[in-house]
């Protein structure tokens, strides 16, 4: 089956807008109340108790660790912190949707995804704190190197998934980027492979109005769901809130990408409530009222308010979960406070997989350098 | 005469073009409400127009194309790339197209572009965020590329590059941002220095370090740290990096006979070497000393903890000038002794 994102027909009226936040399929109202939407129900009609559960404790674990990452920036730990508070639903849900041997290919914001992958505390917060690149085990994460040039990583996964077809087996690579990405070559390029060689990868596109400072109406006229078709690609525009149906969406898109059929894309409407990174001011360029209005469709909100009302939760279960994720934050913190700086040599390490005398020169002469200051 | 720092005096600059020369567009990711993330555009848009200050979609190929086409049309664009680090995406659309139109067309066609990077590390940022790719650019025939140093120049040099017919690579030295200087915002550009023309920085006797962009600010240190060993430096900051004063170089060589070129950027194939190939074929006989260079290593920029031993220091700086100085030797104590607790 292949879904298709549809433009509305003139007749339905005004032309749909990148901005229209509400023309999105969903399963949770804002409140928590279950609503039908038949592309999306049959995905999850099968969901126990204990992986809604699981679904809910990464996303308190995703925004307990986002708190500590700004705390840890505010208190001079990290030298910066994207935040990912509001996205807890598409990050969390869409990797939980994963199999063991697919590959993720995320930008600098999936926490959540990262998370859902049984990233370790440090793999967190090395990098932001400066102490390393991207350097946790990306084969053993089942998560590629964190991406922070916009939208590179799309194509990376389209390379993945073609080298995954050819070995025939059922694996497909999953690219997370923002709505800004799509603005960029390298990812309207991924999709022109992807779609030519019906590659098994799922383009997930993380669509929380805000480029930094640019509203989502600078990189796109129309919904961005609505590009994919173009290529060749079915899509779903989905609300991101919500985590049941970003949870089905993504198992949609597996599907098809591990029957053969190619290449899916997902616009998961959603909405960033910090700021772009510790550095950002949004106050400069958006108001209060539309983060407050955002507020009210909180992802964490609205499913802790379903599984309640669905008796899959109680006042236990969510003290339990908090008390989780507290210890987690300290793990997090732990690791963020005990790193240790490498030996100043190390910048040498790792330029070239094959021994480079050149390269080895220099760093003997900067060593003697160095030895210099204690002789 | 106004204090102002180096971004501010950009700012200005920029106001200035805009100003007086309606052709003149800004385009950029960021650069409009926000101003920018180093808020060098910041009320610009307000006070221009979103017409002339244009926020414009994530996509710096995208950004650097349109402006060619803005050229063609008879505007003067000027481009900001947010970072060094993000400006590879548009190296093609920078090498192949803004730095050869001129020559293809016989000069029937002109790219009156600048694109701005704020440029270098030293501030503790992220992976990308501290590249030095002028060498790629100074390369490629066909471009201008410059690196101020003071607010002064900063100011100055931007309303340049936005006259000159000639595309302009602005590299700006975004740990210097916040520093500060005396600047004229109503000289007479017809009175300053024309911008490809290096500037001796600090006047010397003993030894020259020739330098650029915000590592100027550290031969400058440097040069204090000497003078207390009883060395005059000359530091020459060289501005522009293609093309390149060699006049101004090669004048400060003969008379002090030595001399270091220092620049983060990594060694190989970086600006140090055609300087010291320059230097060498045009001094030669007044060489006291092989020439030096002090250089970023041959490595992707590290990670910020690990930054201090990548970017040169006044130390390694120090280093150097004693090994032209009494070729042969180890640092002097003294030096040692300066540059105690710096490195580590
Ligand atoms: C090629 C490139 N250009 C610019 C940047 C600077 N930058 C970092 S994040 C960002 C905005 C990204 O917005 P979006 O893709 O919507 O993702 P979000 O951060 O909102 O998750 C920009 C412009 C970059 N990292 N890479």
């Known amino acids: 089956m292949t879904m298709t994102y549809t433009h509305a027909s003139p007749e339905h009226g005004a032309p749909e807008r990148a901005d229209d936040v509400d023309d999105v399929a969903r399963i949770l109202q804002p409140d928590g109340t279950r609503v039908s939407d038949p592309a999306l129900d ?34 001079g730990q990290l030298a910066l912190w994207a935040p990912c508070r509001g996205q807890e639903a598409v990050q969390v849900a869409t990797a939980h949707a994963l199999a063991a041997g697919d590959l993720v290919f995320p930008s600098y914001r999936e926490h959540g995804v990262l998370l859902a992958r049984g990233a370790r505390p440090a793999d967190f917060v090395l990098a932001w704190r400066g102490e390393e690149h991207s350097a946790y085990d990306h084969a053993a994460l089942g998560v590629a190197p964190v991406q922070i040039i916009i939208g590179a990583q799309a194509l990376h996964a389209t390379g993945w998934a073609m080298g995954a077809q050819r070995d025939r087996s059922t694996d497909v690579a999953v690219a997370y980027f923002g709505d800004g990405a799509t603005s960029q070559g390298d990812v309207n390029e991924a999709m022109v492979f992807a779609s030519s060689f019906r590659a098994p990868v799922v383009f997930v596109c993380s669509n929380n109005q805000w480029a930094i400072s640019e509203p989502v109406t600078v990189q796109a006229r129309h919904p961005i769901a609505g590009r994919a078709p173009g290529f060749g690609i079915p899509s779903m525009r989905v609300d991101g809130n919500d985590a049941l149906a970003c ?26 409530l910090g700021p772009h990174t510790t550095s950002d001011d949004p106050t400069r360029y958006r108001d209060a009222d539309e983060v407050e209005r955002w507020s009210r469709r909180d992802p964490l909100a609205r499913l802790e308010a379903y599984l309640r009302d669905a008796g899959v939760l ?22 963020c406070i005990g790193a240790v700086t490498r030996d100043p040599a190390s910048v040498f390490d790792h330029v070239y997989a094959e021994p480079h005398a050149p390269l080895e020169r220099q760093r003997a002469e900067y060593v003697d350098y160095l030895d210099g200051f204690s002789r | 005469m106004t204090a102002l720092t180096l971004g501010a005096a950009i700012t200005a600059g920029l106001a200035r073009a805009l100003e007086t020369d309606d052709r003149v567009l800004l385009l950029g990711e960021d650069i409009g409400t926000l101003g920018g993330v180093f808020r060098v ?52 659309q920078i090498v192949c197209q803004v730095a ?44 201008r590329v410059v690196a101020p140093s003071t607010p002064q120049d900063a100011y100055v040099m931007l309303r340049q590059a936005v006259a000159s017919d000639d595309p302009v690579v602005f590299f700006e030295p975004k740990r210097l941002y916040h520093s500060q200087g005396e600047v004229d915002p109503d000289g007479d550009l017809a009175d300053a220095p024309p911008m490809h023309l290096a500037r001796v920085a600090r006047e010397g006797t003993d030894a020259t370090v020739v330098t650029y962009g915000a590592m100027v600010r550290t031969a400058l240190d440097a040069a204090l740290a000497a003078e207390d060993e009883g060395l005059s430096l000359e530091v020459v900051d060289l501005r522009s990096l293609s093309p390149i004063d060699m006049n101004t170089v090669a004048a400060s060589v003969r008379k002090t006979g030595r001399v270091v070129v220092a620049h983060e950027a990594a060694r190989t194939a970086g600006i140090g070497a055609e300087l010291v190939a320059s230097i060498t074929e045009q001094c030669f006989e007044y060489l006291e000393a092989p020439p030096l260079r002090v250089t970023g290593h041959d490595i992707p920029y590290p990670p910020a903890k690990l930054e201090k031993h990548h970017v040169p220091d006044l130390d390694r700086i120090l280093f150097a000038v004693d090994r032209v100085v009494e070729p042969g030797t180890a640092p002097s104590a003294a030096s040692a002794a300066a540059i105690e607790g710096g490195v580590r």
């Open chain 1, 314 to 335: 109680d006042d236990s279960g969510l003290a339990e979960v908090a008390r989780a994720a507290d210890a987690f934050a300290a793990e997090v913190r732990a690791a």
């Open chain 2, 41 to 92: 555009t910041d009320g610009l848009q307000k006070r221009f127009g979103a017409e002339r200050v244009i926020d414009a979609p994530l996509a710096e190929a995208g950004i650097v194309g349109t402006a060619v086409g803005l050229a063609l049309r008879g505007y003067r664009p000027v481009v900001e790339i947010q970072f060094d680090g993000f400006v590879y995406p548009a190296f093609d």
């Open chain 1, 42 to 75: 049959r995905w999850i009609s099968d969901l126990p108790p204990h992986e809604l559960r699981a679904l809910h404790r990464d996303m308190v674990l995703t925004r307990r660790l986002d708190t500590e990452g700004v705390a840890l920036q505010r208190q």
């Open chain 2, 100 to 143: 050869k139109l001129h020559y293809r067309t016989n000069g029937r066609v002109r790219m009156p572009m600048v694109i701005r990077i704020p440029w270098a590390g030293g501030v503790g940022a992220a992976e990308h965020h501290s590249e030095s790719p002028e060498a790629y650019f100074v390369h490629t025939p066909g471009l």
């Open chain 1, 247 to 272: 949870l089905a969406a993504m198992r949609w898109a597996l599907d098809h990408a591990r029957r053969g059929e190619g290449p899916a894309f997902i616009e998961a409407v959603t909405y960033r």
